[in-house]
């Protein structure tokens, strides 16, 4: 643990992170892309990296047999909707194209009957504005495995200085992989979240202000 963060408190956005959650899964190819994705939305809460809906017992990367790499999101459904979550994924992924590994295959993991209806609505949407035969699946209750810690939050761990923080308030991986601000952060390094919003962010991150400067401008760099 650095010294220079011995003291640090827990972000405000950790802290005051709602129970009443829903969650939800998506595979849209390799996960760390997704992670990142997510996390930058209003009103997901955690997210988390792992392998669903195979049959392989305690998948790993090295062994990850039938798997999907697959992110499920928890989120508050009073600020975001599963059909917001829905149109992230649709235009996140190319669902025409077939993946070179089952592990890449794209799919939609409902946990509830009201999501299984409302996935199988829309891909049938985006199945009438295609020529082609969808790739994406729609694998209903599948178990779930988190991934290793080293992909959790895979974008936010090629900055050292953006992660020290992170270290030392949560040495537990599994902590830090569900941390709100860990996934928020994800996501503006990963380039997507406009980096203005972070005048609003900065207090419920409660980040110390070098390292919210540092933030920024990765941000700056990387937001299309």
């Known amino acids: 643990m650095s010294d220079s963060f011995a003291d640090l408190a827990v972000p405000p956005m950790d802290r005051a992170a709602p129970s009443d959650l829903s969650s939800a899964a998506f595979g849209m190819g390799c996960f760390w892309g997704p992670d990142a994705l997510f996390g930058a939305l209003d009103g997901v809460v955690r997210t988390c ?34 059909d917001e979550l829905l149109r992230c994924f649709w235009t996140g992924h190319s669902p025409t194209r077939a993946p070179f590994k089952r592990q890449y295959q794209p799919a939609l993991f409902p946990t509830t009957d009201a999501q299984a209806e409302r996935a199988r609505e829309t891909y049938q949407t985006v199945a009438d504005r295609h020529d082609g035969t969808l790739t994406t699946e729609i694998i209903e209750a599948p178990s779930f495995y988190r ?66 400067d540092r933030l920024r401008t990765v941000a700056e760099q990387r937001y299309d």
């Open 147 to 212: 991934a290793e810690p080293y992909h959790q939050k895979h974008s936010l761990r090629h900055y050292d200085a953006l992660m020290a923080p992170f270290e030392a308030l949560y040495p537990d991986p599994d902590a830090f992989a569900d941390s709100p601000a860990a996934a928020l952060v994800n996501g503006y390094v990963a380039g997507h979240r406009d980096p203005v919003r972070l005048a609003d962010d900065r207090e419920r991150l409660g980040l110390p202000a070098p390292v919210l």
């Open 49 to 82: 990296v792992g392998y669903a809906g195979g049959t392989t017992e305690n998948p790993t990367y090295q062994a990850i047999g039938d798997h999907i790499e697959t992110v499920r999101v928890a989120f508050d459904p009073e600020q975001i909707s599963y």
